[in-house]
């Protein structure tokens, strides 16, 4: 899949290293529990690539357009944690600072969103984040996800006494658009 400046593409083996040095970037994990080891991050990218033999959907690695750059993620994610509005197909993203700030989070999400709704044939999806992930609530925002406080939650997989615990839940549905 493509935008206008980036590339949106399955998992290449020569992405594994810079996303690892992405994850275990205290700035760029400022709102998760902890950084990631380099075991932990291709973990995921394991994970992520099951999702696209089994959904056909998955979160697609980031390339910027011409130059070939990884920068991160965007796409969407099938979310089944203990939670009320589970189980849901999640749109979400992680970016390297250096590509912070140029609206690529923006731009990919709306890409993936179009995918939920047309290729996958979905008829809501969510994005979550904890409370004090203002950039990440701007982009839910800014791809038109509305949030109702009353379904705010507190992460089961983020500790008890972490300011990161509450999490605030948005959502879009297809017909929303």
């Not at 992520?48 to 011409?66: D, K, N, P, T």
């Not at 130059?67 to 993203?93: K, M, Y």
């Not at 979905?122 to 990440?136: F, P, V, Y």
Request: aromatic share 10%; net charge negative.
């Amino acid at each position: 899949m493509e935008t206008e400046r980036l590339i949106m593409r399955r998992w290449r083996e020569d992405d594994r290293e810079p996303f690892a040095a992405m994850n275990a970037d205290p700035e760029v994990m400022e709102h998760f529990p902890a950084t990631l080891t380099r075991e932990q991050s291709d973990a995921m990218v394991d994970k992520i690539e099951r999702q696209f033999e089994e959904r056909g959907y998955s979160l697609w690695a980031l390339e910027v357009r011409g130059s070939g750059r990884f920068i991160g993620f965007a796409g969407l994610a099938w979310q089944t944690f203990d939670a009320p509005f589970l189980p849901a197909v999640e749109v979400g993203w992680r970016l390297a600072r250096s590509a912070w700030g140029h609206g690529y989070a923006t731009e990919a999400a709306r890409r993936a969103v179009e995918h939920a709704f047309t290729e996958a044939g979905l008829d809501a999806i969510i994005s979550m984040t904890a409370e004090r992930n203002l950039r990440s609530r701007a982009v839910m925002e800014r791809l038109g996800m509305t949030r109702d406080p009353a379904e705010d939650f507190d992460h089961p997989f983020v500790p008890q006494d972490s300011p990161l615990l509450r999490h605030v839940l948005y959502r879009l549905k297809r017909e929303g658009r």
